[in-house]
């Protein structure tokens, strides 16, 4: 199993959208369920309209990269994101 950290994953949706990862903020989102727990976690690359979206599904360990039309461009299997803090704005 891999571990993928926030930054990795800018990276990739910023390449693919073609903006620089220093002009973009990555906003995270953390749905809870219905058992109390989180689901999935949203990440979101800044933008009007945004840039890039992953969906990281802990639990499938699996997350997969959407471009800014909902396309998704990339599977990661077997990897799972690197727990850091609470989430919000990076």
Known sequence: M????REE???KLCKHSGYPPE??????VRPIC???EVGAIILIIN???PKGYA???PELRKISLYDSHGKRFKI???TVLEETGSGGEK
């Open 2 to 5: 891999e571990t993928v950290s």
């Open 9 to 11: 994953i800018k990276g």
């Open 23 to 28: 002009e973009r903020k990555l906003v995270e």
């Open 34 to 36: 219905d058992y109390g």
């Open 47 to 49: 933008g009007s309209p």
């Open 55 to 57: 969906l990281c599904i």
């Open 76 to 78: 990661m299997r077997e």
